[in-house]
């Protein structure tokens, strides 16, 4: 058995999830990771030897068995990664389809954090090493809502506002600490015009990539003084506006 415990991390199949997956697998550190969708990245995980474990976060049934699948794999976790998140423009019709999409966007970015911690405490309070902790990977705009995201940018503050109140239950244990990312990876969908309209308002004036966003998780997994915090990775631009 290794002597470290895992870090568990969620979303791992594709852009930022995966690079904190492959970043930490190439340091030696055991993990496990939760996909949706099955892909060769996720194959290549495998073969790195990270443990996968494969589920839908926005259902009760679907987080509750991703949440089983990790007691099934370890009794210890190094810490909790919630990195999963679903990201499109508010629908405008008062139909069935936008009571789906809030119910989904409240169940993937806070009902299921929630759930996973609350599971996955008594493991964290097992960490080998003694140091245990919960990052939240939310926005730059649970501070500064994008109105035509509204539904996204709401969730994400809640999982924001959230992440405080576990930082306040769970010490001195557990540190728990959210990363607010910026314009770190466009989407295949941003046109070259929206690309240069956001870096034209970003300081740092490039994308920033998900090393960006691993390197402010190094960091919190590395200190052992800070909770109840966050660490904004936006080149500048939330502060630009
Ligand atoms: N990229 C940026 O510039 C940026 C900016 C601000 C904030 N962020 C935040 O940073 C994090 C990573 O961003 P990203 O761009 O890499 O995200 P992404 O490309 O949208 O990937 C999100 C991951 O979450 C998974 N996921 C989505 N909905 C799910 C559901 N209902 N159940 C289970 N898994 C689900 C996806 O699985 P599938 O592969 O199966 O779809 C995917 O692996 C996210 O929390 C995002 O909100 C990113």
Do not use: W
């Amino acid at each position: 058995m290794s002597e470290q415990s895992p870090i568990f991390i969620t979303g791992v199949g594709r852009r930022v999830g995966l690079h904190i997956a492959r970043r930490l697998l190439a340091q030696g550190c055991p993990l496990i990771g939760h996909y949706r969708s099955e892909t060769d990245d996720i194959a290549s995980l495998r073969d790195a030897g990270a443990v996968l474990v494969q589920g839908e976060l926005s259902t009760r049934d679907g987080v509750m068995s991703v949440l089983q699948q990790v007691l099934a794999q370890t009794d210890s976790l190094r810490a909790i990664i919630h990195n999963a998140s679903s990201y499109t423009p508010t629908r405008r019709e008062l139909d069935d389809d936008l009571f789906a999409q809030y119910q989904l966007f409240f169940g993937v970015h806070m009902v299921a954090p929630y759930v996973l911690n609350e599971g996955l405490q008594p493991l964290l309070l097992k960490s080998k090493d003694g140091n245990a902790d919960i990052i939240h990977i939310t926005d730059i705009n649970v501070r500064r809502p994008n109105p035509e995201y509204d539904i996204y940018c709401s969730t994400k503050a809640g999982l924001e506002n959230l992440s405080i109140s576990f930082a306040k239950r769970y010490a001195p244990r557990i540190q728990v600490n959210t990363v607010q990312p910026g314009p770190v990876m466009f989407l295949d969908s941003h046109s070259e015009e929206d690309r240069k309209r956001v870096l034209s308002r970003t300081p740092l004036q490039i994308e920033g990539g998900a090393e960006a966003i691993y390197l402010a998780v190094r960091s919190l997994l590395d200190n052992h003084y800070t909770t109840g915090s966050s660490i904004v990775v936006d080149g500048g631009r939330s502060m630009a506006e």
